[in-house]
């Protein structure tokens, strides 16, 4: 069939009524049944260590042990399913997870520290060049490292590109012992059709991706060993923009009749379930680490907390406890074709769109690009499935993001092909080597406000500006708040350049620098900053909360002088006790997302500063690209633990405002104003985003009215000039019955900063923020 | 208070943005606060008086004693039996609900100038424009207030925002007709049609609905006719087959049925009145039953 004959407004409206195949019907429950992993069971992936190759370079041992890992994983495919490779065998109980063998010397190990890095180090966030793979194969890759070898290069390169040889040979191994498998398995299958399906699971994986992919089913399957690949060898790794790089396959399969749309649709379901084969709920997670242990560990490195480290949260096993499932699995569709700027939405894109509406569950995680000329049909098809709730899909306006890269100095046409780094920071997929420090922002005032000092642990963090009862104006106070996040970006980004490098000694990743655009063609390993672009990100945390206390100290202070400094710093310090009265009019003082021109004016002025601050970072330092961006990932409850009180009223130890979000209280005029304040900001200097957080409750978004409301939201976000946007659909009563009877509600899924989460998966404490958050009905 | 006949000011309760249950796309939507009628089901008991009243939720209060400490008539007072407030004697002065840090104590209604309200409003324009959306004004009963109402909707207009008009149609002739340059549509009540049962449960005239609704179909045919569905009082077959009459007779195209909102009762308790319908459930079968009595040429919609 051609796909020109494709009425994409009739498809895609047809497909969000249609219902899965049988196959993918008892996929689903199959899943969702078996993906918690509650028996845990390793294969022994055997020793790589020894007399002789202890000589060898570590960069070639760390490529022996990831070789090794992918010749001894187990190997399978699930009942039912098209695509082979696991993270899990239900029936055997066996997951896919323990650590590489030890590749590293003892005293290699050390010296690794020194730096902050260890053998497990991932350096996940990252989108290796999946249509590297697709277009040339393991075999085409491999070519490339064996040309460069055969010039005059430093030994390093040669360490490097022997590495990469082996880890590729890995990646092949692991491809043949699948195909193998399937034979053998084939072999011994009665039922006709399901021999047939093993069969060409079987032939795809002895295709690919040792050889440049062939059709849609090899393209998937080849992607998808990769990512599996990477996973078991610790490279936590986004997926790009599969509906750009899978396209060409499909629509080949389509033009010469090898798939029918309803075929295609029934592998890209099956594609995208295999990311959820696996998962934890809140038992499980503790069961699989020592808790106790890892927060006395957390504790002590909270205590020793650097400045470059600052945003070190208290509690950082939040992820445990929380049981957010997130494994860095994001992906990306729509946007816009990198070399000419039309719109880059197709049918594959309605298909992965559709595979998420009707999955529901939480992996990959799904972002949604658009733009001026996204279509009319691509814009109600996502609106359709914003409805089903869990906060999915995320919005990304390239019309800002892809200014902000351009800002920052990325040529328009590469920045055009931007996806993200697993969460939710953007990044150009296939060439970036991406890392970020966090930089607590609403604890630069606090330490203005406290001599420097952290109001929760005493520590002095930073040096002392000056008696804060002493100063006499707003401006003091900002400019003093705007040095702190100076000398805290600047520590940061110094930090950055200073370790990065010393990442190669001890955590190099042969396999993934195979993957990237740039360390092969270089000869240096990604970590030996061998990537095209090597981004070292700062995200700005407690935002919201620090515009509305600059808003609070300049009007109550300093232009109604209802109260001394004196007075707001005694009340800071003692957590406003005896302090009610200043504490509400701090409260009721303008605030950031209620489209407030105070309000907006500050917080445009705090982000404008920032993005200045890293601008001149990155124009002072060579060596790495240094970008802002804004948010918290799900970690708002444990920012707010490490945070004392601030002047917005905020109470010590209360969780912040998720992301770019309003805080709590704050959405007085409703998700309009939020919006509104929200795009005034000035979006378009943070080129990795700043995720604005809404919900509402399901009235909101009920009937075709509530689709053509969604849809005009959107529209509006992209001409108003937002960057990032995700909607959660939740209604209060629903969340309280699924914390009393989770049984009924496995599906349930709630938005957790970069994530979606499984709600009856995540901890009472998560449950009950999720719970009262909701009400009121717009969130 | 003194209603400003050339309507520069008026006293609004309420603005919602992203309203849902008041006209196409994405609505911002003005509650204006007085009305001539006292129906025994209205869901915003707030909104009858135009005079400015403090609000008391005694469910957000924290027993935190602020505002005991500045009322100046001492109408506040904490004992074990938890948050006394006395309303006899309250002025509205607005400090306890100043200090209040919870919004137990909250005061309803604002005086705002024209501009400020439309102003508000078009900080919404994109997404009027992008949704097929606009503004609605209601209440309370916006011919409460008309001069003020009209000077809201002709800026509206001029600005070239979708506007409806929300009423009960119980109000000046004149006032309703003088909105017609300035309305894109009409939602006008139609709560009961006998005019015994209208007066008991609304204290007001059918006659005056009925008149007023006849004079305005002469001059506009964009009215829907709306009917609240207040179970064992409005939502008979005989008076849902009397509105289909009206709106046939007139020509009137569209009926919204509105379903029973039985969340009003927290209201009634800020207010410090009772409640006095219980909870009252819809009968089974009902919209389907008043949907299929629809006339052939009048197309029903129930508005979730």
Redesign the interface.
Known sequence: MRLSDVNMMEYSEGIVKSSPSTRVGELISDVRENMILLKKEFIDYGRVLNEQTAKLPLIVRKAMSERQKLSTAPVGIWDKQFFAGCFSFKDEGLTNSKDLPVFALEEEIREGQEYGFGIYSMFGHISPDFPRLLSLGTSGIRKMAEEKLADDIPQKSRDFLTAALISLEGLDIFAKRHSDWLFEKAANTNDSMRKKELLNTANALKNSPLNPAATYIEACQSAWLLHLAFQLTDNHLALGRPDQYLYPFLKDDLAAERLTLEEAQEITDCFLLKFNERAMNNQTSAQMKDIEREQEENEKRWRERKLYDIGQQRYNIRDTIDATNHWNQNVVIGGLIPEDGRDATNILSVMILESFRRLRMTNPVLTVRIHNNSPQWFLRQVAQTLRTGGGLPAIYNDETIIKAFTKFGIEEKDARDYANNGCWEALLPGKTDFYFLKLNTLKCLEWTLNNGICHIDDKQEVPDQGDPSKYTSFDEIFEKTMENIQLVAEGSAKHMLYTHPHRSSIAPVPLLSALLDGPIEKGLDMTDMGARLVVGGTIAEGISHLIDSLCAIDKVVFKEKKCTMGDLVDAIDSDFENY??L??LL??SPKFGT?DQIADEMGRKVIDRYVDIIYQIDQKYDGMKFMPGVGTFSWYIAIGEGTGASADGRLSGKPVASNFSPSSGALT?????AI?SFCHMGLDGLPLGSPLDLG?AE??V??E?GI??L???L??FV??GGNMLTISVADTETLQRAQKKPEDYKDLRVRMGGWSAYFTMLSKEQQDHHIKKSEGG?F | MEIDSQGNFGMVFDIDHYAVHDGPGIRTCIFLKGCFLSCVWCHSPESQSIDPQLLFSSSRCTLCGACTTVCPKALHSMDTDGHKFSKEGCTTCGRCAEVCPSGALFVCGQSKTVDEVVNEALEDRVFYKNSGGGVTLTGGEVLYQPAFTRRILQALKKEGVHTIVETSGFGSKQDLIDLVPFTDVFYYDFKLGEKELFKKYTGGDLNVVLENLVALRKRTDSIVLRVPLIPGITDSIENITSAYEIANKLKIGLVHLLPYNSSADAKYDWCGKIYPLGKLNARSGLYEELLNLAPKDIKVSVVT
């Open positions: 009610q009265n504490r509400t409260s009721n489209n005029k409703g998700i309009t104003a509104n509402m009235r909101y009920a009937g009215e053509n409301r849809m005009g939201l529209k509006t001409e108003l717009i």
